[in-house]
């Protein structure tokens, strides 16, 4: 027979609202504050999937939630964080990157829709890095997949800090 009394493990209890008692949200489009067209929908997609996975509250439209959490990308920055030296031939020697850094900064806020209060704000940031490629089109399916990871991991820490600072 096993016992788990006195061994240091615990059950979490699992929270059924957030700050404020809420416990249905509607997720509108993230607002974008950079030029990068579209990654606001990857970020308000990685939001609505996380809530709907987690199946801690509700997401509804906006007429029927108690609250509705509003984000914005604020920054996205890419970086050539490494260089080679390629001969092109007959353009001569050029530097080139051989890795990107792709950072992104968010706020996402929880607003109680009865009476507008902001009821939990946080701004967050990260970064990941991938290897550019010679062919364009693959350079830039690697920056997507570099953007969808944060959007996704930030989307995370969005909802477990929303559960776990109530």
């Not at 906006?62 to 890419?78: F, H, N, P, T, Y």
Request: net charge negative; hydrophobic share 35%.
């Amino acid at each position: 027979m096993l016992s788990l009394f006195g061994c240091g493990y615990h059950f979490a209890t699992v929270k059924d609202s957030l700050p404020g008692g809420v416990k249905s949200v509607f997720i509108p489009t993230f607002q974008n504050r950079t030029k990068e067209s579209g990654i606001e929908n990857m970020f308000t997609s990685a939001l609505r999937n996380e809530f709907i996975k987690s199946k801690a509250i509700q997401v509804l439209d906006r007429d029927q939630a108690e609250g509705e959490i509003v984000g914005k990308v604020m920054v996205l920055s890419l970086e050539a964080t490494s260089h080679q030296e390629k001969n092109l031939e007959e353009r001569g020697t050029k530097i080139l990157a051989r890795e990107y850094s792709a950072s992104v900064t968010v706020e996402v806020s929880l607003i109680r829709n009865k009476d507008q209060k902001v009821l939990w704000s946080r701004s967050l940031s990260d970064s990941r890095r991938y290897s550019s490629a010679e062919d364009l089109l693959v350079n830039e399916t690697k920056q997507r997949e570099a953007f969808d990871k944060i959007a996704v991991y930030m989307m995370e820490q969005v909802h477990d800090q929303m559960f776990e600072d109530f």
